[in-house]
């Protein structure tokens, strides 16, 4: 997917480590054992992606130490593309005819920027549809295993979420007013 858009192996990796780890410092040995490429290809990226903005260095004890900038410009549309094409979200858009008939599958934008949650009503992961549960719970374990956390996730029927959604229910509004990425569906039909 992401490899369709950027042409450099080395950069698309370094794009989904920098961006499944936000705010997360690397050093570039670091960087360089996480993605598997060789040092100087790495380097030649990182000082790529300094110009245009995207990561900035911090030298620390003779070691340089690279963050993406959350002030880059596209950091939020990458940020969903990354979303979108690793993890639980590549995973529901491959596993897509095995889950049934999904209408709406929405990451939370919370879950995707590593924010914790904010309390019991915070959802990471929204499905709507007709689901096969148990397809569903083995992707959301691998994703769990993989973050090292638990995912709190919400499956709903059609009905059920059109029923929440025009008696404007705290749930669903809250779902449907935070950030959100869509991996399966249109956002203006999630919210219209």
């Known amino acids: ?63 340089l130490f690279y963050v993406f900038k959350k002030e880059y410009p596209l950091y939020n549309e990458l940020t969903g593309i990354i979303a979108k094409s690793t993890g639980v979200g590549l995973e529901m858009y491959k596993q897509k005819a095995k889950l ?17 949650n904010r309390g019991g009503n915070d959802v990471d992961l929204l499905i709507v549809g007709t689901v096969v549960l148990p ?7 691998a994703e769990e295993g993989r973050r090292g ?14 029923f929440r959604k025009s008696r404007r229910d705290p749930f669903v509004l809250s779902i449907l007013t935070g950030s959100k990425i869509m991996v399966i569906g249109d956002e203006e039909d999630l919210v219209s």
């Open 135 to 141: 397809e569903l719970a083995q992707i959301v374990k």
């Open 1 to 63: 997917m992401l490899e369709d858009i950027v042409i450099s192996r080395v950069r698309v990796k370094m794009l989904e480590l920098f961006l499944s780890n936000p705010g997360m410092i690397f050093h570039v040995r670091d960087i360089v054992r996480r993605v598997g490429e060789e040092i100087n290809a790495v380097r030649r990226e990182l000082a790529h992606m300094e110009k245009a903005g995207m990561v900035s260095k911090e030298p620390r004890a003779n070691r």
């Open 100 to 116: 049934g008939k999904i209408k709406f599958a929405v990451i939370s934008g919370r879950l995707v920027r590593g924010l914790p």
């Open 149 to 162: 956390r638990e995912l709190n996730y919400t499956v709903m029927t059609e009905e059920e979420f059109e």
